[in-house]
């Protein structure tokens, strides 16, 4: 089974400023198709989960440019070019190269 | 739109069994691979188990240990997951999620129903 270290497991920041958490997988991510099946997720207080990225750096559906992700192999990481209120909220890496699917343990992003 | 629902969820004793479903709309439910993710109380996310698009391919997490069963009934939209023998860690909310296109990427997400295991 891959396990995805996720750090902080908190990060407060300042309404405006960046963020970035950081995603390292226990084995490369990269799948026998040459894709790397790295997603980010966020999680609302009290809301399901909501795709972000997915395949490493494509922004799903509806979501705001600010977020960025980057990353191979084995490092990866979630940028939130400037933080808004909106965006507070536990942030979770999700790899779907191989069963199982595998989650971080999640990073909250708060406001100083 | 796409829209996934969950029922199903109750509080039921440790050893007992429950059956939740999820239904599909806003897309073609049998072109997706759809799984099931739960989330105990204050923790983080675990995946739980993946169907193929008709039903042919599944695949568990070890911890079902052969309690749980998913399944799907294309004509009528609605995945389904059979838990059987439950433990008081298996309390959780539990999604339902759909790929992402022609990947098994969790994309769209149910708002989740809860199973308490409780004597």
């Keep these: ?112 | 739109q796409v829209q996934l629902v969950e029922s199903g969820g109750s509080v039921v004793q440790p050893g007992r069994s429950v059956r939740l479903s999820c239904v599909g709309s806003g897309f073609t439910f049998n072109n997706y691979a759809m799984h099931w993710v739960r989330q105990a109380p204050g923790k983080g996310l675990e995946w739980v188990t993946l169907i193929s698009y008709d039903g042919s391919n599944k695949h568990y997490a070890d911890f079902v240990e052969g309690r749980f069963t998913i399944s799907r009934d294309n004509s009528k939209n609605t995945l389904y997951l059979q838990m059987n023998s439950l433990r008081t860690d298996d309390t959780a909310v539990y999604y339902c999620a759909r790929g992402v296109v022609s990947l098994i990427t969790p994309g769209y997400w149910g708002q989740g129903t809860l199973v308490t295991v409780s004597s």
């Design chain 1, 1 to 112: 089974e891959i396990v995805l270290t996720q750090t902080p497991l908190s990060s407060p920041v300042t309404l405006g400023q960046p963020a970035s958490i950081s995603c390292r997988s226990s084995q490369s991510l990269v799948n026998s198709d040459g894709n790397t099946y790295l997603s980010w997720l966020q999680q609302r207080p009290g809301q399901p989960p909501r795709l972000l990225i997915y395949k490493i750096s494509h922004r799903f559906s509806g979501v705001p440019d600010r977020f960025n992700g980057s990353g191979a192999g084995t490092d990866f990481t979630l940028k939130i070019s400037r933080v808004e209120a909106e965006d507070v909220a536990v942030y979770y890496c999700m790899q779907a190269t191989r069963l199982p699917l595998s989650f971080g343990g999640g990073t909250k992003v708060e406001i100083k």
